[in-house]
């Protein structure tokens, strides 16, 4: 069999069955202040897609760097067919700085497709989408919950897409969740040029979560194994991803204190108790209520509420007692995750 060709990125020259890091040169802010994005790619052997794996487009969202770092140790992928693009930390500066946003204040999953002469997101974003996105056939966007939020392990894609609807439901999440794209996102610039594109939400910003770790790298190798890049044995049976309708966030209605909010993954039915909300003193205490059934997916961890702050996210399902009993089922598979090659540098 004739070898492979070479896969050509940002002037490096990667032989097939091997891989590189490297750092591919951003738009800085000052020739003294230069900034490198960390690439590592996997060019496999044999012909297959290619595939990237992102994380920390926002800076504070540090749970897929963890995901990808445990990623890049697998066995498997040293029988990769195809290649395998992973970026730990696409929004370097806001990694640096402990933000969420770019050196201008923008949110740089907010300015694709780019520009070589836009603002500084905005050649941000084009670099990313020329050098990655656009060499692509899939993508896997991590992400993690902001604003001291932190979301359960679940899949946001485009369902109406055969082959995005295909790779969300072998992501294996408990939830996936029917989404749509935001202008001048990663995951709709991508949509437009006919790529499929997971957005995976689990966790804390500025947090590692074991759970959310176990999952992401089960899920990323699940999807690995959909589009033939590896060979995925699961030795346990899945369980099935149920996919929202849609979800709705329930918003405090006054100002004060919470506590005792209801874990996430709980099944809710209208008028089960989310939270106590009290005033500063105590003197004055109301109860945060379900409005509808489904399945808390997100919630906040600051226990200070402003009125009208976005306090639990509960996605919607026909059947919710299915969906919470799938919950359940997700929590027992990541027990002493050891499927394959799969490893675990976070468990205790």
């Known amino acids: 069999m004739a070898n492979r060709a070479a896969f050509n990125i940002a002037g490096h020259k990667i032989a097939a069955g091997t891989r590189l890091s490297f750092a591919l040169t951003m738009p800085g802010q000052s020739r003294y202040t230069p900034l490198q994005m960390p690439i590592h790619v996997i060019h496999g052997r044999k012909d297959g897609p290619t595939m990237f794996v992102n994380a920390a487009i926002h800076g504070d969202e540090i749970n897929g760097i963890e995901i990808i770092r445990q990623l ?22 806001g990694f640096l700085h402990h933000t969420r946003y770019m050196p201008d204040r923008r949110d740089l999953n ?5 520009s070589e002469n836009g603002s500084h997101s905005s050649r941000v974003a084009y670099v990313f989408k020329k050098q990655i996105i656009d060499r692509a056939d899939y993508g896997i966007d991590l992400h993690t919950g902001s604003n001291h939020r ?32 935001r202008d001048g996102s990663l995951r709709g610039y991508a949509v437009e040029k006919n790529i499929p594109v997971l957005l995976y939400e689990a966790g804390e910003a500025l947090r590692f979560d074991k759970l959310a770790v176990r999952a992401g790298v089960r899920g990323i190798l699940n999807v690995l194994g959909a589009v033939g890049m590896i060979k995925r044995e699961v030795k346990r049976r899945p369980h099935v991803t149920l996919e929202a309708e849609s979800s709705h966030w329930i918003r405090g209605n006054s100002s004060g204190l919470i506590r005792d909010a209801i874990k996430l993954g709980s ?32 919630r906040t961890n600051l226990p200070i509420v402003n009125e009208g702050d976005a306090l639990f996210h509960v996605a919607e399902f026909d059947n919710a007692e299915k969906a919470g009993k799938t919950v359940e089922r997700f929590h027992a598979s990541l027990e002493g995750l050891g499927e394959g090659d799969y490893i675990d540098p976070l468990a205790e």
């Open 72 to 93: 890049l140790k697998q066995k498997s992928l040293n029988r990769l067919r195809g290649t395998l693009i992973c970026v730990p930390v696409v929004n370097v500066y």
């Open 110 to 114: 907010r300015a694709f497709p780019g």
């Open 150 to 181: 932190t979301n359960f392990p679940h899949i946001r894609a485009n369902m109406a897409d055969p082959e995005t609807a295909r790779l969300a439901r072998a992501f294996n999440t408990a939830v996936t969740v029917n989404a749509s794209l």
């Open 267 to 298: 099944r809710v039915k209208p008028g089960d108790r989310l939270a106590y909300l009290s005033d500063l003193l105590g003197d004055e205490q109301t109860e945060i209520r379900a409005t509808q059934e489904g399945v808390v997916i997100g």
